[in-house]
């Protein structure tokens, strides 16, 4: 998985590189020093897979066994972003997201690395975002307590730009998360794989 997010971020840079070259009309949105403002509600679905390892003793052996198990189920989440424009087209893009995982509270923390493609006459703006960052466990008492779960971010969508500056975005997100926890028994290692459809607007400043 690691080897495919270098790549794709490797990609992502290559190809924005390319643009900058290959465009010869100007760009009017999305430019370097241009700042945005976005904001998302994603509605999916997740598959947590969990891996538990349990170690006990009668004082004179010791036992161990290894449970696996799957749970899928409702995902939404509600994100807010700040990207700055480093060249035409590309740019970091700090995230934070509420998530709700079956009914559990959990936050992210995310930079992200998006491209918005240019074509000319156009009012539509293809665009690739990916991501790392950290996330809580959902359901802990604090958002912030613990944030050690591991966040791969990935994204394709579109924005369709209405107004000067301001744009309606709509995204296909996919999300991996890996994390593990200890109790005084057993061992937990967990991975979420999480697809959601995004819905949301972003303004230029």
């Given amino acids: 998985m690691k080897r495919i997010f270098f790549i794709l971020i490797i990609f992502v840079i290559i190809t924005s590189g390319y643009a ?32 538990q390892t349990s ?3 009668d004082g004179s ?26 060249i035409n087209g590309l740019s ?21 690395l998006c491209y918005t493609f240019y074509l000319p006459q156009k009012n ?22 613990f944030l050690d779960i591991k966040t791969i971010n990935a994204g394709v969508g579109l924005k369709l730009a209405y107004s000067s500056g301001m744009a309606f975005r709509m995204e296909i997100n996919y999300r991996n998360l890996k994390g593990s926890n200890t109790d005084y028994y057993s061992t937990y290692e967990t991975t979420t794989s999480v697809i959601s459809i995004s819905f949301g607007a972003s303004v230029l400043f």
């Fill in 55 to 57: 170690i006990y003793s």
């Fill in 124 to 145: 539509i703006y293809p665009y690739l975002k990916l991501g790392y960052g950290l996330s809580t466990e959902p359901g802990t008492s604090s958002l912030f307590e």
């Fill in 92 to 112: 970091i893009e700090p995230e934070f997201d509420l998530n709700v995982y079956n009914w559990e509270i959990s936050a992210s923390l995310l930079a992200n």
């Fill in 20 to 51: 900058q070259v290959s465009e010869k009309s100007q760009r009017k949105f999305y430019k370097q020093g241009d700042w945005e403002f976005g904001f998302a509600l994603n509605i999916g679905v997740s598959s947590e897979q969990t891996k």
């Fill in 61 to 86: 052996s010791q036992y161990s066994y290894t449970y696996d198990y799957t749970e899928k189920g409702f995902y939404t989440h509600l994100g807010v972003s700040t990207g700055y424009y480093i």
